[in-house]
């Protein structure tokens, strides 16, 4: 009698795969309720009779909203895992983006817009540390293409805004937030099963957790300002690029295709972004495309050209697009506190950086403003060494 030999063949939770497609659904998610919210702003604004100045407010409750839960997220995160920071902050992001479309003062904006960015960074930390775990189980970089979702998602948001500027944006608002809402609470039997979000199973190395060795607070900081510096470009590409086309005498179309081209080159970077990993090395490639970055946007601001500078954008776009991936998989190396540190000092970089080039433009000219991020990408150019080496 012959013994038939089995082979066990694992449960599909077993495979990070399913973890990887959950993840690429959540950072959608993000990429296109942040687009929608962006895009009707106008709306919201003249709908409540907002003032720059009450406009700020609301802006500044959002962006306190959402370092409170950068660090929330980390700390909880560290605790319990981050796979319990998907479903629920995203059923919150999602009504609190519906809530913002019924609100018509300065005081509930600012409490919607508080809940609504606390929402996020709690969301941002569970996601970005699950890519670090799932990252981990697969053994090579995935974490561009992931991000590359995010970059999808917002075209997609900023798309749909553009197709229904005829509707009231307080529908728009309630349907985006209901169906997020909706798929968060769909999606908890796949996060149940997806045990990967919170580490790798057995024979990998062990997940970011309590037993987590404390990253150098000095490397965390380098990280986070290098993150900084790469959002920064990022706010100053979604702010002031149409504005640096108008200087050049650009029509309205040519100016709006600004930031359309610098968003696709960014995903577009993001796709391929992991292949290039896995062929060069992640330091290599956040150097060289920091260096296309600063060089593509500073050619354009000498040339002066409006056809040089869609090219330029587009170059900042692409230059950029693995750093912050590349920056927060470095950051997972000390646990989900590390990757909170980092996404909220990177965050600083994007909410203040608009306003700190403003400021530069109102002494000087625009060209000469947006200088900024073309030395912060070379900045980024120079430390990606120090910042991205296993240590």
Do not use: K
């Not at 609470?185 to 309590?210: F, K, M, Q, T, V």
């Not at 170059?315 to 980092?342: D, F, Q």
């Amino acid at each position: 009698m012959t013994a038939t030999a089995t082979i066990p063949v694992p449960s599909p939770v077993q495979h990070p795969v399913e973890s990887r497609r959950l993840l690429h659904g959540v950072f959608a998610v993000l990429g296109v309720v942040m687009a929608v919210w962006g895009a009707r702003m106008p709306a919201v604004q003249a709908s409540s009779q907002l003032g720059p100045g009450r406009l700020a407010l609301v802006l500044l409750a959002a962006a306190a909203g959402m370092v409170i839960g950068l660090q929330l997220g980390g700390h909880i995160a560290q605790r319990h895992g981050p796979a319990r920071l998907l479903a629920l902050p995203a059923a919150v992001f999602g009504l609190s983006l519906a809530l913002l479309g019924t609100c018509r003062t300065l005081t509930t904006l600012a409490a919607a817009a508080l809940l609504f960015g606390l929402a996020h960074g709690v969301l941002d930390v569970g996601a970005n540390t699950a890519a670090v775990n799932v990252e981990r189980a697969y053994q090579r970089s995935i974490m561009s293409s992931l991000h590359s979702s995010y970059s999808v998602g917002a075209l997609a948001g900023a798309a749909l805004a553009a197709a229904t500027a005829w509707a009231p944006y307080p529908v728009l608002f309630a349907t985006v937030g209901l169906l997020t809402a909706s798929a968060a609470a769909a999606s908890l039997p796949l996060i149940r099963a997806a045990r990967h979000l919170d580490g790798p199973l057995e024979g990998n190395p062990s997940p970011p957790g309590p037993q987590a060795p404390r990253a150098p607070l000095r490397a965390v900081w380098l990280l986070g300002a290098l993150a900084a510096a790469c959002l920064l470009g990022e706010g100053a590409a979604a702010d002031w690029s149409a504005v640096h086309l108008h200087t050049l005498h650009a029509t309205e179309a040519t100016a709006a295709a600004a930031y359309a081209v610098y968003s696709a080159a960014m995903a577009t970077g993001r796709l391929i972004g992991d292949r290039l990993n896995a062929r060069f090395g992640p330091i290599t490639v956040v150097r060289t495309g920091a260096t296309l970055a600063a060089a593509g946007l500073g050619t354009c601001l000498v040339i002066g050209s409006a056809p040089v500078a869609l090219i330029g954008w587009a170059s900042l776009g692409l230059g950029l697009s693995t750093a912050v991936p590349s920056l927060i998989s470095a950051a997972g190396r000390g646990g989900p506190r590390a990757v909170g540190r980092v996404a909220a000092t990177g965050y600083l970089g994007l909410l203040a950086g608009p306003a700190v080039i403003g400021a530069i433009a109102s002494i000087s000219t625009v060209p000469a403003a947006l200088t900024l991020p073309v030395a912060l990408a070379a900045l980024v150019a120079l430390l990606a060494h120090r910042a991205l080496e296993s240590r």
